[in-house]
């Protein structure tokens, strides 16, 4: 199901009935409105009270809401009577709000539409008949209601929706509707009185009756099929900006795949409406043969002999995405039991992706993405029925592998297979790179955490036991298995078929597929990542360190690039429980709590002037935290199998409060830079401006936040924390060596017994600078009442020549040179 805080353009368009309903019955009940039923009613009871001792004929009201508030349904006929009581109001006379008259509009507009462009070309039978004409009905009583009401309509109101020449006109009718209130001035004259749109009486609900019939259902499909058209648009914006560099694989790939998700629901929605015409299997060739009768041809009608389709359709078969319902449904057509289909190579023709497709014919693009569609499907059909179900499967895989087994192309998986196309309409022979950049991310991870293996060879603690690297060890076999080892291929080859595939023949020809499985990867290998630190601790109390000696103590000329972008992504509370220190006395406290001691017993041991024993925090130590919330929210559905596949309205809610993007674009639309701003008060400001409070968003209002945010959070997700882990331990052992001399005289030379306690070198260094002599039991008392910020210059010295050796950026170079990531840190 679609999630109850978005709406499609058919439940749009039920609304605004719905909301000219309410408006009309409450607006005219407000000003004394009394219906002719309840009249004859209240005159029956009041003559039965003397004889049934207080009992009422009225029929029973109706059954509450779950607010407590009864629904009525305003018949349609009663439209015109309760519109002609609000004319009626003259002293003083009642103001029709400009929403009001927008919504009215677009409601007529769009079955205005319907009756003229599909209604006159839907099977025609006595039932139908009858269907037809209570939409005519309808549509007449909306015209009656605006023509009663026109004279008390602002001054100067004139309808903002024109009448759609296409589908796109009515996308846009329903995208761009003007629903500006009456200004507060002319609210407040005292020769008119307003009736709000929004005035909804506590006591009951109200909804317009719901017609039922061919027309009602084909008006909802063919609304449908326009909210299809308008994600399509949305997709291949997308990858026109992943072309560009705007957009990163993955945020492209989850964006296209919840595009699908969502068209899916929107489809399932109105699973019970479509059934009783066959679904719509079968409503789309009734919809485009209507649309052939229109256009003065037949659908059966060939140019050629051997035609797939009737060319003088194209355009509107390209758009009802009718061509991959075709070949999908001939695809069907050889699924036979215990067979696998395969074509060789060439056998439809050749593809050639370095082509330019604008230059092409209609008949040279169909035969284009015959090729295309008939050259993969064998290779989906392989991957859904004889290999094993992969965790990151794409809709289309998934949409694909039911449709292999029900012989049934529903229209939104002719949808997703229109989006494959488009795809490799848009990036051509690029697409193949898109497969590089998986293979890339996977050899960069696989790297890191081989060498963290060997850098921790001979160095164990407590707080990472075997288990942990078992589950990494697991994680590497999921990344061999599916992205290095081709089990498409070997399943082919095991199949003994005889044209396998090529190598890694379905990545290179699948892209969101890429990009899925590069989420996979990087969202686990953060987890790994941040688990691992927390265990060692080396970047937590380097990040203590380094903004002791470069913001406190103000020690380095230089600054370290990569721990700047670590406080940006992780923020500076999960290192400091707050604010970040600014001198000795508080640097060793926050120390303290980041070790895991409470915030309580140092405060206390601060008032009393006395050492004694901290207190353990019941929160225990401080942890980087995984970060990406968006990303993380898919985490599930990607990496682990059987996972749900559809959002939930807690999910929208997160999308959009964690949408804080900007976009730019140039004049022609296109869009070319985007930013991010932590502040909250700027997250309020595009929230306030994107989504009104009374009206719930397109799917495509969603999909636009979605894909800028996991844009934005792509950063989040790709920064290697075992990099800098092992960098940071080096860092330890630098600054150990270095200070080694100072810590023996100061603390004894047996402060740290074992390697693994190396971190606490930064504890020795900030008591030192302190009057404290002891803290708790995990560092050794001074031997000395001095104090000294001696350690911290040398920690800076030793940090000032691991800037100067240009090794401050090491992850920041990976994120800019293999991820792509541009991005600038702005100091305070």
Not at 1 to 21: C, F, G, H, R, W
Not at 381 to 403: F, H, K, V
Not at 576 to 593: I, Q, S
């Amino acid at each position: 199901m679609l999630p109850k805080n978005l709406s499609s353009s058919y439940q749009q368009y039920k609304n605004d009935t719905d909301t000219v309903a309410s408006w009309l019955a409450t607006t005219a009940k407000r000003f004394g409105f009394v219906s002719e039923t309840k009249s004859k009613s209240a005159k029956k009871r009041g003559k039965a009270k003397k004889a049934e001792n207080g009992s009422h004929d009225s029929p029973q009201p109706p059954k509450p809401t779950p607010q407590g508030r009864p629904t009525y349904t305003i018949a349609i006929r009663d439209f015109t009577v309760l519109a002609e009581f609000i004319a009626s109001k003259d002293q003083p006379p009642i103001q029709v709000p400009p929403r009001f008259a927008s919504l009215l509009d677009r409601a007529i507009t769009t079955r205005q539409w319907f009756a003229d462009a599909i209604s006159p070309h839907l099977p025609e039978d006595g039932k139908n008949q009858e269907s037809e004409d209570r939409h005519a009905f309808f549509l007449g009583v909306l015209k009656q209601v605006r023509d009663i009401l026109k004279p008390r309509m602002p001054k100067g109101y004139t309808p903002k929706t024109k009448q759609p020449k296409s589908m796109k006109d009515m996308l846009n009718m329903f995208e761009n509707l003007d629903l500006e209130e009456t200004s507060e001035a002319f609210e407040n004259a005292p020769d008119v009185v307003t009736a709000p749109l929004d005035t909804v009486p506590a006591e009951a609900n109200y909804k317009a009756e719901q017609l039922q019939g061919i027309e009602e259902d084909f008006l909802a499909f063919q609304l449908l099929l326009a909210d299809l058209v308008k994600l399509r648009s949305e997709i291949n914006r997308t990858w026109h900006g992943y072309k560009q560099g705007l957009f990163e694989l993955v945020p492209t790939s989850i964006m296209t795949n919840t595009a699908i998700d969502l068209a899916r629901a929107m489809e399932e929605d109105l699973k019970e409406v479509f059934s009783k015409h066959g679904g719509t299997e079968d409503m789309l060739p009734m919809f485009y043969a209507g649309q052939c009768i229109q256009a003065g041809t037949r659908e059966s009608y060939r140019e050629r002999p051997g035609d797939e389709i009737n060319y003088k359709m194209y355009d509107v078969a390209e758009s009802i995405f009718w061509v991959p319902y075709l070949f999908l449904a001939s695809f069907c057509d050889v699924i036979e039991p215990n067979h696998l289909p395969e074509y060789k190579t060439g056998y439809f023709g050749t593809y050639d992706p370095k082509s330019d497709r604008s230059r092409k014919t209609k008949r040279e693009k169909v035969q284009e993405d015959k090729v295309l569609l008939l050259s993969i499907l064998p290779e989906f059909y392989l991957l859904c029925i004889a290999a094993d179900q992969a965790p990151a499967e794409d809709e289309l895989t998934r949409g694909l592998r039911i449709m292999f087994k029900t012989k049934k192309v529903p229209l939104w998986l002719a949808f997703a297979t229109q989006i494959f196309l488009d795809i490799h309409h848009i990036l051509r022979y690029q697409v193949d790179y898109c497969f590089k950049k998986l293979a890339d991310t996977s050899d960069l991870v696989l790297n890191s955490i081989k060498a963290n293996f060997e850098f921790h060879k001979d160095l164990r603690i407590d707080n990472w036991p075997n288990s942990n690297d078992e589950a990494v060890q697991a994680f590497v076999a999921d990344i061999k298995t599916w992205v290095q080892d081709d089990p498409h291929r070997k399943a082919a080859i095991a199949l003994k078929r005889k044209f396998p595939p090529q190598p890694f023949w379905l990545f290179r020809h699948h892209p969101w597929y890429c990009g899925l499985w590069k989420y996979y990867i990087q969202i686990q290998y953060q987890e790994i990542g941040i688990t691992f630190v927390g265990a060692w601790g080396s970047v937590m109390y380097c990040g203590h360190l380094y903004n002791a000696v470069r913001f406190g103590e103000k020690m380095l000329r230089g600054n370290w690039k990569d721990m700047d972008l670590m406080f940006m992504i992780q923020n500076f509370n999960n290192f400091f429980v707050g604010n970040p220190p600014h001198n000795p006395e508080d640097y060793l406290k926050r120390f303290c709590l980041a070790i895991g001691y409470s915030a309580a017993s140092l405060s206390a041991k601060n008032k009393r002037k006395k050492r004694f024993q901290l207190e353990a925090s019941k929160r225990g130590p401080l942890g980087l935290k995984e970060q990406a919330p968006v990303a993380k929210m898919f985490k599930d559905r990607y990496c682990e199998k059987n996972a749900r596949t559809d959002l939930t309205v807690q999910d929208v809610e997160k999308i959009l409060e964690k949408g804080n993007w900007e976009e730019e674009e140039e004049e022609e639309g296109v869009l070319y830079s985007l930013s991010k701003d932590s502040d909250a008060r700027f997250k309020n400001k595009r929230k306030s401006r994107h989504i009104r409070q009374d009206e719930k968003p397109h799917p495509t209002r969603i999909l636009m936040s979605l894909r800028h945010t996991l844009q934005v959070e792509m950063m989040e997700l790709s920064f290697d924390y075992l990099l800098l882990h092992r960098f940071c331990w080096r860092l330890l052992r630098s600054i150990r060596d270095q200070c080694r001399d100072r810590l023996i005289q100061i603390y004894g030379p047996s402060y740290l017994e074992t390697e693994s306690q190396l971190p606490y070198i930064v504890g020795y260094i900030f008591m030192a600078a302190t009057k404290e002599k002891q803290i708790a039991d995990f560092l050794k008392p001074k031997n000395t009442d001095e104090v000294t910020s001696e350690l911290l210059s040398e920690a800076a010295f030793v940090l000032e020549g691991m800037i100067e050796a240009g090794a401050s950026g090491i992850v920041c170079r990976i994120l800019e040179k293999e991820y792509g990531l541009a991005f600038a840190v702005e100091e305070e």
